[in-house]
């Protein structure tokens, strides 16, 4: 007897369960009830935007790169990304990357009575240290036993959200992922004491973003490639996101390209295409890696920009499972997670078209990565003209 798909995943014979929505919301509807505007970003939408309560995490981000290839990166935690579900456990972070590759690192803990995060605008303090501002201007302060860093950003291009900021995953949208990149590029200024003493005075480029959300992005996501570069006058945040297996495999898009401070265009008009080239899998992490990532992009006035990335080495490789602690390491192999992270060192390049000839083309070196939480499957098995199916397993 022949056996046909149903409406409700059932494909071949073999039974699926019903996918559940992913939305990553454009509509009137969804900026009214979020009390946000759809040209411009306020100053609160940087402020503390959850609760606390289980399964609510919030993180401030400041990373910052300077001429002499010296990096520095900040983080404001009001819980760690792994312990979602536990109670706030207010944490600081910095780490300082000198151009021989040379890392110093430090952390600061504090309790909720030396902490505070404001709602009204950017204004975390997490026992020594604190990060303010005000979509424009922002100081921060990190103060650990063996490392200090004074650092202000100045804005360069205007705070931007990717459409209303967040993907709502769920039937009735009951889980969310949201991110707010409040300064996409900066003017960076750090004073540094390290290793016993020594000092640093530095000025390049810096970024800031905000992410919360509502759930373990684990439960919500299978794997996104992101990357932020600055290449010659343009500055591009790109971002893919693929859904997990409940929701589809649905795929999100986070896009904006500026030039000279001016923002040129983002994925609000749903243009954006992602053309991943080059697939190889990668030793220690058995992930599905492509060696190209390809995004191009119609303006609204009409004009393509493509903006290629290509890899060139990698900079960090991590399987979770050996990074968790041991009682969590060895629970999350018995469960079969093989969750993985990569970062990649290569070169992006922004060629902008016209009639299908490159007309400008411009390329700098650049960073990317590739967060992978679920099983290395979806880019490839998952992907039949355009529906997403299940592979049936050979006899």
Known sequence: MEKKPS???ESEGIRMKKVK???????????ESMGLMRDRVEPWEDGSRVDGSKGCYEWWYFDSHYPDGTVLVLFFFSKMPIDVNGPIKPIATAELTLPDGTKFSEEVYASMEESHYAKDKCDVKIGTCY????????DVLFRGE????????????????????????????????????????GKAVAELTYDGGKTLHLEGSGYHDHNWGNISMLKLMHHWYWGRAKIGDYKVISSWITSEKKYGY????????????????DNANHTLKFMPEDRYIDPYTKKPVYNRVIYEYLTDTNETYRITY?????????????????PLGLLASLIGFDGGYLRFEGRATVEKLEGGKVVECVSDPAVWELMYFGKACADETYRKNGKKTKERKKA
Not at 131 to 138: N, P, T, V
């Open 146 to 185: 063996r490392m200090t860093a004074r650092f202000t950003l100045d804005g360069t291009i205007k705070a931007w959200r990717s459409q209303t900021g967040s993907i709502f995953f769920g039937d009735r949208e009951e889980h969310y992922f949201a991110w707010l990149p409040a300064v996409p590029e």
């Open 250 to 265: 649905k795929e999100h898009d986070v896009f904006m390209i500026a030039k000279n401070g001016e923002i040129l265009g």
């Open 21 to 31: 929505k992913s939305i990553h919301p454009d509509d009137d509807r969804h900026y």
């Open 310 to 326: 290509q890899r060139q080495g990698d900079i960090n490789k991590t399987r979770f499972v050996d990074v968790l602690p041991a």
């Open 131 to 138: 990060c303010r501002g005000d979509l424009e201007h922002y």
């Open 7 to 9: 409406d409700d995943g």
